[in-house]
């Protein structure tokens, strides 16, 4: 079964965040960074210059706008080499046309084998 080799989860409900990282682990995935929110996400990944297959985000933080973040990361990463996923329990309908408008999947809550397999390229 082909896997992303790394993960980073961004979300701020720490339940979910143990579950989806319980659920990325039965699945393959060898290193998982969960962090709390974007704004850290975003200076974690510009100081470490950090390669991740996958970003999984919450849309629902306090702090940033989900879109802004993205924009950010986009900025800072012009490859492109990261795939972005919005996961939310709860996403409405501007959410899921803006991201395809930039070109992000979304998948909701909760998060499973089947969704993580159907992300693989």
Do not use: W
Request: proline share 4%.
């Amino acid at each position: 079964m082909e896997t992303f080799n790394s993960v980073l989860l961004i979300d701020n409900n720490e339940v979910d965040s143990f579950i989806n990282k319980r659920i990325l682990e039965i699945y393959g995935v060898k290193k998982i960074i969960s962090l709390k929110d974007q704004e850290e996400a975003l200076i974690y990944l510009i100081r470490n210059n950090s390669l991740h297959h996958l970003i999984l985000v919450d849309p629902y933080m306090a702090k940033n706008d989900v879109f802004d973040f993205i924009k950010q990361h986009q900025k800072a990463t012009p490859n492109g080499l990261n795939k972005i996923c919005l996961i939310s329990a709860l996403l409405n309908p501007e959410q899921i046309n803006k991201a395809k408008e930039m070109n992000i999947e979304t998948i909701e809550k909760p998060l499973t084998i089947e969704k993580i397999s159907n992300l693989m390229p």
